[in-house]
């Protein structure tokens, strides 16, 4: 009887338990659905001159209409925050170097890194530099962003799960959000100066021209300038060369420093089927969810009985502008320029100067800023920044470098680029964009009328005493009065610029734009080696006299293997037949070289993995050595972020064979080509897996997720894309990796928008519940493209006014 009433009281206490259990999910769920959105209903406002409406398609696209632009910075503010606001906190923390009070001492030595800086400082002097009706359109933008956050049911979950509360926006917040994107498009350019003035030391001139040539047969100018012949080979190598190191992880994984990415294009109306240009762009970014894009179009009234309209892709957290896109008459879009925008000036110090430093203005005592960075669950820590006119001071190898970067200058950031939604005619854009206050970027554009230019937009740096083509400033400057760093910013009238070329036809993507005399006005900070723009240029080319929008975007797709079909005949060539004898493993690497391959990055291709990591196993012999030395500078610091065209320069040792190049170790040149072979093999033997199904989609599978999931790996699932394999690589128009490849793809002929295209690898919403969360994924995967235009309503929210 006893053991009945146990078991029955078991049974009500395991169902108690499981009620309780379901009980808490649904209010887990019910309070994470409390923080979606909202989409449909009426709002009233304080200060709106008019209704304003958000009208969503089926996948969350809006578009908003109102009377005039300052009631658009509000709605947008209100629909950014409720669908994005954890990415925008994070915009704004990774400039002001403030992530820790959201995840503890973990982010302390990015928030040191970046508090070196002192953005936030900075943005409240920008903000207070703006003209009065600039100042109006961002506090509009903050009074939407905030209230959409209150209206929000619950808090927005991220702050739920790290059990924080979000902080009110704040209008230098908006500005930070741009020196975000500084760091991201020109953060590497401190560790590229670190590796370069290592290299210098220690080798001597003639190595170092050889080492680190300024251009390439790849290369594909926009001023058709011929390229300066390459410098001979050195009788000897650097000491340094060929030395041993620690082996990378595996071929088998990125992060191998050769994802750099973005294209745009443009076509005169000459090569369009409608007589206006078309223009083209994708711009190449890390992965992860939200994306970093949030689509929309905006519409009010023009001023002259009609109506205004533009559409493309904004920044959620920077002021509410159209990034790139198009208002009807002009469109534009952008690439990373990879000019040389920041220097690392030596300082000196002397025993009878306590507390000075020599700078090439002479000696200056620098100001001391004391930062206070938040920790979450422990002490606040306090960080001193010295900084000199030249820009703060930081120690590396033993050294003390003044960073004199233009995101310090004054203007660096502002809001000219509100500008371009009202530019008319291609000449206007093109002035706009000298004075535009964003990281420099290409900036290809096309007007209604079939015009089509490129020059950079942001803010360039004067440089003095450089010859043409010189890229003297991309190292180190050593100490000393005098020394030629830039000097305020470049005058809007001298920017470059090429304007309706004879073959009606216009591309940037990532490498050299200028070998002339212009060129010396940008520098070198990292371009990448032009494989990627060649072949872009090339498929334009093939479009023919005519074309669509279909096909202008299809050009973005283009996955063939140019590049790395170079290095799969030279791996072909060395696995002759004395190479196979004995050795069954490489024979079977030869066979799938010829029967696994189409010419493509193709998901099912094995050759093109093998080709492409005999490559890089040629890389790790030759600078595994020197990378474990740069990283002591850096962390980011490699051979292959001081030179990205190492491949050119392997390339041509191994046609010209000189012997004292050899590296140690090596008997032969061919030796040293079966040994990248055996890496290969043997990296695959040891992660397990098989020769035959190595293929490129296996290790090329999307892998973002929403950032949450590195704080709660237990939602990864849940927070992640799907693990789609990739077609597409570096070095071709088609970037795509696991977590790195095209943001976005864009494709619109402005006054035609209607027929534009688009793309991008996550969807409008940041809320994992919402319908909208990896909306469109699917389509950017496989290339199909989707409307660029919002389609027709599914959902209208209205502000009216109060």
């Known amino acids: 009887m006893r053991a009945r009433r146990w078991t029955t009281w078991t049974r009500r206490l395991a169902l108690i338990l499981l009620v309780l259990v379901l009980l808490a999910c649904l209010g887990a769920w ?61 915009l704004r923390r990774t400039a002001g170097g403030e992530l820790a009070e959201l995840f503890g001492p973990r982010a302390l030595p990015l928030d040191r890194a970046r508090r070196l800086h002192r953005f936030r400082a900075r943005a409240v002097r920008a903000l207070a530099a703006l003209e009065p009706g600039e100042r109006a359109f961002v506090e509009r933008y903050v009074a939407g962003v905030n209230d959409g956050l209150n209206a929000l049911g619950a808090r927005p979950f991220e702050y739920l799960l790290t059990g924080t509360t979000p902080r009110p926006w704040r209008a230098e917040d908006s500005l930070l959000a741009v020196w975000a994107m500084y760091i991201d498009l020109q953060g590497n350019q401190e560790p590229r100066e670190l590796a370069r003035g290592w290299l210098r030391a220690h080798s001597d001139p003639a190595q170092l021209v050889f080492l680190l040539p300024q251009a390439s047969r790849w290369d594909a100018p926009l001023d058709a300038a011929v390229a300066p012949a390459e410098a001979p080979a050195p009788a000897t190598a650097p000491s340094w060369w060929g030395m041993a190191g620690e082996r990378a992880a595996s071929l088998a994984l990125l992060g191998r420093g050769d994802m750099v990415g973005s294209n745009n294009y443009a076509l005169a109306g000459s090569r369009s089927a409608t007589g206006a240009a078309i223009v083209a762009d994708d711009m190449h970014l890390g992965l992860q969810l939200p994306n970093i894009w949030y689509r929309l179009a905006l519409a009010w009234p023009s001023g002259q009985g009609g109506q205004r309209r533009v559409v493309g892709v904004s920044l959620p957290g920077a002021p509410p502008l159209i990034i790139a896109g198009s208002n009807g008459k002009v469109a534009w879009g952008f690439t990373n320029s990879y000019g040389d925008y920041l220097d690392l000036v030596e300082v000196g110090t002397a025993p009878g100067q306590p507390g000075m430093v020599r700078t090439p203005a002479g000696w200056e005592r ?27 001071l930081r120690e590396a190898g033993g050294k003390t470098y003044a960073l004199h970067w233009v995101a310090h200058a004054p203007g660096a950031v502002n809001l000219n680029h509100l500008r371009l939604e009202s530019a008319a005619t291609l000449d206007a854009a093109l002035a706009v964009a000298a004075i535009d206050g964003i990281p420099a970027q290409n900036f290809v554009a096309g007007d209604a009328a079939g015009n089509i230019g490129w020059t950079i937009a942001g803010r360039l740096p004067r440089r003095v005493n450089l010859a043409a083509g010189s890229d003297g400033a991309s190292f180190p400057m050593l100490a000393g009065e005098g020394t030629a760093t830039w000097d305020g910013l470049l005058a809007p009238e001298a920017y470059p610029r090429v304007v309706n070329p ?17 060129g010396a006005l940008l520098g070198d900070g990292g371009f990448d080696l032009g494989a990627r723009s060649s072949q872009l240029r090339q498929r334009l080319r093939e479009l023919g006299p005519r ?15 140019l590049f790395i079909a170079q290095w799969r005949q030279r791996a072909l060539a060395v696995l002759d037949e004395r190479a196979l004898a004995g050795q069954p493993r490489r024979a079977d690497f030869r066979r799938l070289l010829e029967t696994s391959w189409n010419g493509r990055a193709g998901v099912d291709s094995v ?4 080709a492409r990591n005999f490559m890089w196993a040629l890389h790790d012999i030759l600078f595994a050595g020197v990378d474990a030395q740069l990283k002591t500078l850096d962390p980011k610091a490699t051979m292959a972020l001081a030179n990205p065209r190492w491949p050119a320069l392997v390339a041509r040792l191994l046609d010209e064979q000189p012997a004292g190049w050899l590296p140690p170790g090596q008997r032969s040149w061919r030796d ?6 055996d890496r290969v093999l043997a990296e695959l033997e040891r992660d397990g897996v098989p020769l035959a199904s190595a293929t490129w989609g296996a290790r090329n599978t999307a892998a973002f997720a929403h950032p949450i999931a590195l704080a709660v790996p237990a939602l990864a699932s849940w927070l992640g894309v799907p693990p789609d394999q990739l077609a597409g690589d570096s070095h071709m128009p088609r970037v795509a990796g696991p977590k790195f490849g095209q943001s976005e793809r864009m494709t619109v002929s402005p ?39 919002p389609g027709p309503a599914r959902h209208t929210l209205t502000f009216m006014p109060r």
Do not use: C
């Open 547 to 561: 074309t669509d929008e279909h096909g202008a975007f299809a050009v973005a797709l283009d996955d063939r293997a």
């Open 30 to 90: 019910l309070l994470l659905r409390a923080s979606l959105a909202q989409v449909d209903g009426t709002r009233p406002v304080a200060g709106l001159e008019a209704a304003v409406t958000v009208a969503r398609d089926a996948a969350g696209v809006p578009l908003i209409r109102g009377a005039n632009r300052l009631d658009l910075s509000y709605a947008t503010g209100f629909v950014h925050a409720q669908e994005r606001f954890f990415q925008m906190d994070l």
């Open 607 to 610: 050759g093109y993995r093998l």
């Open 672 to 677: 040293l080509q079966l040994a990248a072979v």
């Open 502 to 518: 004879v073959d009606g036809q216009l591309s940037t993507a990532n490498s050299r734009q200028l070998l002339g005399d212009a």
């Open 366 to 392: 620098p100001d001391t800023h004391v930062e206070t960075i938040l920790v979450k669950g422990a002490p606040a820590e306090r960080l001193d920044v010295r900084e000199t006119r030249f820009g703060p």
């Open 751 to 789: 006054g035609h928008e209607e027929r534009g295209l688009y793309n991008m690898p996550g969807g409008q919403s940041g809320h994992p519940l919402s319908p909208w969360f990896l909306h469109g994924h699917a389509e950017w995967v496989q290339g199909r493209p989707q409307p660029l235009l």
